[in-house]
């Protein structure tokens, strides 16, 4: 396994040494139930909160994509980038003229390196499947999300076309 704590001072060594100023990091944590996220950023009490899917911690697949994640998250936290709107973007583009990586919205297993996914641990019926209209990729759920519920709100993350609900 990557040691999460030293992968994360070096990214935030990075952004700094970019010129970046991150807001406060109070925890960065290794998220064992994500499926369909690599990363999260959330504010908490006294600063951001980071939590990292713990596939990208295990050494059988590329530190780029632990490296790539934990810079996209970091860059949330700097004022003005919670969302990936302009001011988002200028900080990724900043991170690409420095060092030459492409920090993106959304990535692939592929973009990421990742070649090696845990099992799931559960074993719970697929109630619920959205399918991009463009792609034709496929998101599968066992329970209602808001996706689920109002695909219209949401975009495809590999080629940002829109999600249809196919199967209840």
């Known amino acids: 396994?990557?040691?999460?704590?030293?992968?994360?001072?070096?990214?935030?060594?990075?952004?700094?040494?970019?010129?970046?100023?991150?807001?406060?990091?109070?925890?960065?944590?290794?998220?064992?139930?994500?499926?369909?996220?690599?990363g999260q950023c959330k504010r908490v009490s006294g600063g951001y909160s980071i939590n990292i899917n713990v596939d990208l911690l295990d050494e059988r697949n590329d530190y780029k994509g632990l490296?790539?994640?934990?810079?996209?998250?970091?860059?949330?936290?700097?004022?003005?980038c919670m969302n990936h709107g302009p001011n988002w973007k200028r900080a990724a583009d900043r991170i690409k003229t420095v060092y030459g990586l492409e920090i993106k919205?959304?990535?692939?297993?592929?973009?990421?390196?990742?070649?090696?996914?845990?099992?799931?641990?559960?074993?719970?019926?697929?109630?619920?499947?959205?399918?991009c209209l463009d792609c034709g990729h496929e998101y599968q759920y066992q329970r209602a999300a808001k996706a689920v519920k109002f695909p219209e709100r949401f975009r495809c993350g590999h080629c940002q076309g829109r999600l249809e609900l196919i199967k209840l």
């Open 105 to 131: 919205r959304a990535n692939s297993k592929e973009d990421k390196g990742v070649t090696y996914k845990r099992e799931p641990t559960r074993n719970e019926p697929v109630k619920y499947v959205l399918k």
């Open 1 to 38: 396994m990557y040691n999460l704590n030293n992968a994360f001072r070096s990214c935030l060594d990075m952004v700094v040494n970019a010129g970046i100023n991150p807001g406060k990091i109070v925890e960065v944590i290794p998220n064992t139930r994500a499926k369909s996220r690599w």
């Open 67 to 80: 490296e790539n994640t934990l810079i996209h998250e970091i860059l949330h936290t700097v004022d003005g």
